[in-house]
């Protein structure tokens, strides 16, 4: 089975740009959630999608957004980039969501972006 | 304050050594709690599940969790050079959002 993948891998982008990193999740699995990694902060949540439906969002300002499509794909955007936004953005997929069991989260090889 | 705290390292240790990396929190509502290893330039993978307070083994790993002093372990046996990457701990009150701590990168000497 596939793992998650990530596109693209290396992004380069100034400050004031948008940027959309996309995600595809292993075969079956519904949910997908979004995690911002950087020395400073370590893994950060940013949102999570299940059944096209943002479930919980962390605490980051509303530059940072995302979707999931009907095939569980997901995209997180990001608008009006700032220096600080440079950072490992990782994408994990789980199997399904039921409150109260334990969905084990499969990560991305992630999209380094970096912010001139 | 962080939710999690963990000890940054790096940690430089022999091969065959006993490694313990540890982790404490404050947030009494976590109660799944996990250990990833991340390889450079790799995402984070699971190494170790632990469903509140216990131990748990898997080969040479086990983990240890104390909700009481809220407190969990990871001890690695014999230790590899394969060993070498970024330990990861990270808790969850729901299992889907999840708390990470700042990782400790860990080499292990040949």
């Known amino acids: 089975k596939a793992g998650v993948t990530q596109t693209p891998r290396y992004l380069i982008k100034t400050r004031g740009q948008q940027v959309t990193l996309s995600c595809s999740p292993i075969?079956?699995?519904?949910?997908v959630s979004w995690y911002q990694q950087t020395p400073g902060q370590g893994l950060q949540f940013l949102f999570e999608?299940?059944?096209?439906?943002?479930?919980n969002k962390g605490n980051f300002p509303g530059r940072f957004s995302g979707r999931q499509f009907s095939n569980s794909r997901s995209e997180m955007n990001v608008s009006t980039l700032e220096l600080g936004d440079s950072a490992l953005y990782l994408c994990?997929?789980?199997?399904?969501?039921?409150?109260?069991?334990?969905?084990?989260?499969?990560f991305g090889p992630g999209t380094r972006l970096t912010v001139l | 304050q962080k939710e999690v705290e963990q000890d940054p390292g790096p940690l430089s240790v022999p091969e065959g050594a006993i490694v313990s990396l540890n982790c404490t929190y404050s947030?009494?509502?976590?109660?799944?709690f996990m250990w990833y290893r991340q390889y450079s330039r790799k995402g984070p993978e699971l190494l170790m599940y632990?469903?509140?307070?216990g131990n748990k083994e898997d080969g040479r790993f086990t983990a240890q969790v104390d909700k009481s002093s809220k407190y969990i372990s990871l001890f690695i046996r014999d230790s590899q050079p394969s060993d070498s990457a970024t330990y990861l701990c990270?808790?969850?009150?729901?299992?889907?959002?999840?708390?990470f701590g700042s990782g400790t990168q860990l080499t292990v000497l040949p």
């Open positions: 632990t469903y509140s307070s």
């Open positions: 994990a997929s789980s199997p399904f969501q039921t409150s109260g069991s334990y969905n084990e989260q499969f």
């Open positions: 999608y299940f059944s096209e439906t943002q479930r």
């Open positions: 947030n009494s509502a976590f109660q799944y």
């Open positions: 075969s079956g699995h519904r949910s």
């Open positions: 990270a808790m969850s009150g729901s299992a889907r959002q999840l708390t």
